[in-house]
């Protein structure tokens, strides 16, 4: 078959798309040479800022015309955090599920000394809380919840739920909360993971959640959007929920950690992701972090087995609340990360024992994804207390018929959004 060869224009445009990175004027192009650099330039996938700019400052008006017909924006690609936090507007938020919380600060002492720690204690617990000195921190008992929420019993903060009690309290922006059975991890080279500062560089830069990013956070240093990503999604949006990972013991359920005792993660990804839209997770409460100005009211102690222990595999109060949390973010336009940081987790517990009291948990979850994953909310909910209503009344119509503990957490919802405006207004 017979094909003509390149003209000298179409292979001085080949060449120019070659070396275009070194360019640093294209306004001396006639328009039409300039409209075919272009059009090579998108489906060669070159397109990047620096370029855009180049198009851009040549004024032409058939090249600008495309561009917005393209919907291509020009955004700053921030790969260090947008938004400056100060040690100030931090909370770190322990549940002291162990009295004894001398081995737990002293290993976190280097990252948490710079904050103010909030410390709830179990109020099932009657031992005195011991904390070393060196730190800067309100404790609350179980006389401080029972004078702050008066007889009210829909609500329970018992177990790792007495967080949420801090979250309450909590009168900063940005809140972190790790287990007590957790100390800082390291990484593949051996440093010590700085988690609070991970956890505010995932809050305080933007997240991706409607077109996902196969190179993971674009935000990171190192990182940037793949080609094809849509110029217009890159500014992101604001990331409101951060869920970090942990080494050794993995958040595994018991049936799980029971049929593979051994098991233990020791693989750290230095990696970085945002969980796309209308994608539900299991949050694990172990090591968390969140803008409580966003989604604050959506993080909740709502769901609770009837036989609820005192180990991490016998709760999915937290797995309930991510995905409370998750459909709020998903509604109000927020995104959340998922990856780095982690922290080290130590072995507690005895899973066998736990698969007896959390199997109940492991059967209604067949229910509650499938909800989840279906839930819509109404253009009136503009808030999350809006949204946690919403979903509550959703839960007490559709779950409810199902088992009487979805009924008992729809009213907990709704009586924590009451708490919640109780509490924020009288602060």
Known sequence: MRTDPPSLLSLAIDSALLHISS???LSFLPEHILLDLFLRTLRAGKLNEKILKLFIATGKEEILSLIDA???????TPVLPTISVKDDEVDIVIAAIQPDLTSFLEEWRAVFSRFHLIIIKDPDHKEELKIPGGFNYDT?????IQRIIGTSNAVTFSGFSCRYFGYLLSKKKYIISIDDDCFPAKDNEGNQV???SQHINNLSTPATPFFFNTLYDPFRKGADFVRGYPFSLRSGVSCAL???LCLN?????APTQALKPALRNTRYVDAVLTVPARAMMPLSGINVAFDRELVGPALLPSFRLAKEGKFR???VEDIWTGMCVKVVCDHMGYGVKTGLPYVWRKERGDAVESLKKEWEGVKLMEEVVPFFQSMRLSPAANTAEDCVVEIAAAVKEQLGRIDPVFTRAADSMVEWVKLWKTVTTQT
């Open 23 to 25: 360019f640093s004027d």
């Open 70 to 76: 393209f919907n291509i924006q020009c955004v700053l």
């Open 140 to 144: 609350y008992t179980k006389a401080d």
């Open 313 to 315: 595999w016998e709760t």
């Open 242 to 244: 951060s869920c970090g």
């Open 249 to 253: 013991l993995a958040d595994l359920d």
């Open 194 to 196: 700085d988690a609070i």
